[in-house]
């Protein structure tokens, strides 16, 4: 019941945004190009059956890339500028400088060095995503209680112990949390990699249907790419509440969601 309760105001909010936007055709009646009633958007969904299943997959194999890619790197680089203060003062700089500049800015450079394909979509996401991996991990890595370390000390604990036993267990609210904002970016980056340098794809179908004012299938093909986007996010926090039970049972972040 409690989940329930947590459940539908959302589902309310976004009944709420149909509601408004089905009205909005009606009152206005506005050119289906400029906004489109919900009716034209399901018939061009249903209409374009045979040829999602192609660019469905598309997407969802660049932000799984992208992702997974995201994912490893961030969480060794994470270990590493932790465990070594040289490679922290190195590299801190640069990845400041990386994070400051606009991602979507490195995508003509990315299309120009990797082609249109599926290369450069995954690096476009993995770009995006790899941040917050990076930093959350980190964080986790080093925000650790110091009586622990000190318990850890007087024992005389190896490093990897100290890792294995304090450190990662106390890192995964914070690698989940870098998890779950970066399936999100990682969405995004695969869909900007659509739009610059992709033959297929909902990226690419979303530039289509805008250079042919075919706005009903932008919006379908929007839709599914939120859905994508939902779907990943909700096994990441699944599996989360599955790894970290702790953190529901201390009424932490997951108790909000």
Request: glycine share 8%.
């Amino acid at each position: 019941m409690e989940r329930l309760a947590r459940a539908w105001p959302p589902v309310l909010a976004f009944a709420v945004v149909l509601l408004v936007w089905q009205g909005a055709v009606w009152i206005f009646r506005p050119a289906p190009f400029l906004l489109p009633g919900l009716d034209r958007v399901g018939q061009r969904l249903v209409e374009f059956g045979p040829n999602w299943p192609k660019h469905v997959l598309a997407t969802v194999e660049s932000i799984l890339l992208g992702f997974l890619i995201a994912v490893v790197f961030g969480v060794a680089g994470a270990v590493a500028i932790v465990y070594s203060e040289t490679l922290r003062r190195a590299i801190t700089p640069l990845l400041v400088t990386l994070q400051i500049v606009p991602k979507i800015a490195f995508a003509p450079l990315v299309l120009v060095w990797f082609g249109i394909g599926l290369a450069s979509k995954v690096t476009i996401a993995f770009l995006i995503a790899f941040f917050p991996v990076l930093i959350n991990t980190a964080v986790g890595l080093v925000q650790v209680e110091p009586d622990l370390l000190d318990l850890a000390r007087s024992i005389k604990a190896s490093p990897t112990w100290v890792f294995f036993k304090i450190r990662f267990p106390n890192s995964l609210p914070y690698f989940f949390a870098g998890l779950r904002v970066a399936s999100t970016l990682a969405v995004i980056g695969a869909v900007i990699g659509e739009f610059v340098g992709s033959d297929v794809g909902l990226g690419y179908l979303i530039v289509i249907a805008n250079n042919q004012l075919d706005t009903p299938l932008g919006i379908a093909s929007i839709f599914l790419v939120s859905v994508i986007g939902l779907v990943l996010y909700g096994v990441i926090l699944a599996v989360e509440r599955l790894c970290t039970p702790w953190v529901s049972a201390e009424g932490g972040l997951q108790a909000l969601i």
